[in-house]
């Protein structure tokens, strides 16, 4: 079962780049997301698409890159922007490498706005944490991020063929795909190239971490129990060093910004409770799970318990990825021995879901409790009698808010 990705393959967010490159320059365009999702590839196709003049560069490559080299590659996109009535397109990619970035960009697209040059600009990075401490600190009001989520089972169906039963495995990262023939091979490849990397690069040396031994376990320990409410109390039971629950929730923020893992808060319909909560663990691609598991194919198929696990995590990844595009709002809800897996918010819309995984739970279904409680819009069902995972997971998930 080679997968090989279809030529040509874009993803949706490509057509709502290029649709925000053709408005009139308000903003710096940032595409952003975990890595190995396909931001360089997205904009290389939309680049390659575009009717502007464009120019492409990226800091990764292995010469000294300084803010004098990211000034003289601004001034080449604004030579080409000169030579065209409609002006041109500069994509820098790998920015965070350079120290100071976010001061340059920020004084060459001022000199730019008070000249008037039609000079529009993509930014790139493959480390959300710095990135966006580079926006927040230098560049407030002048960008616009799109958002890369992992890719969902309708995106990894269309490019690579993927059934259910292997996205639910392989997970959604395009260029692991491939190798998933051998997946030994498809293995190693998460855990030395991705989890690793992402963690070793994108965590560690991008941020202040004091027990970086500590942020690893509770990485492990988030795969090992994704779609499960542990207390930060119980978590540092499990882990072998010391700290307190207040460096715990910092860590699992920090995975969280890199697309690793997550965890989910209560509601409660009082943001304060919300914040003090037992969180929710979720990882952000169920490749992460199977890949620290250690399990074959074969073997999460024939383990209930495991294979439920799997199916609560996808539902949860595939939510929680389109609440860090801005979507939605999620949650969990449990109240004594009733619980609810998953509660979206939208503005004033609430939305209910419960899944039906077959795995053994502590807490029971309490669909009709919540919406005693809090009145969603809606309460859904899915697996079992309820609506089929494989749909669930295929529409995105505005279609599950919408009226």
Known sequence: ??????????????????????????????????????KTTLVQQVLARSALPTVYVSADEPSLRDTAWLAAQWERGRLAAAEHAKGALLALDELQKIPGWSETVKRLWDEDTRARRKLRVILLGSAPLLVRQGLSESLAGRFEVLHLPHWSYAEMRDAFGFS????????????????VDDVDRWRRYLLDSLIETTISRDVLLMTRVDKPALLRQLFH???????????????????????NTTTLAHYLEL??????????????????????????LQVLDIALMTAESGLSPAE?????EFRGRLVESAVGAHLANAAAGGTCEVYYWREQNREVDFVLRAGKTLVAIEVKSGRARDARPGLAAFSEAFGPKRTLLVGGDGIPLDEFLLRPVEAWLAS
């Open 1 to 38: 079962m080679t997968k090989a990705t279809k030529l040509g393959f874009e993803r949706p967010h490509g057509s709502t780049l290029a649709e925000r490159l053709a408005e009139p320059r308000r903003f710096v365009q940032v595409v952003a997301g975990p890595r190995q999702v396909g």
């Open 255 to 280: 995975l969280g910004v890199a697309g690793m893992l997550t965890g989910l808060a209560k509601y409660a319909g009082k943001a304060v409770r919300q914040r003090g909560s037992s969180p929710k």
């Open 164 to 179: 259910l039963d292997e996205y639910l495995y392989f997970g959604g990262y395009p260029g692991a795909a491939p190798l």
């Open 221 to 243: 320990l988030g795969c090992r129990y994704s779609g499960q409410v542990l207390s930060y109390t119980k978590m540092l039971g499990q882990l072998h060093d010391a700290g």
């Open 300 to 304: 999460t198929r024939d383990d209930p």
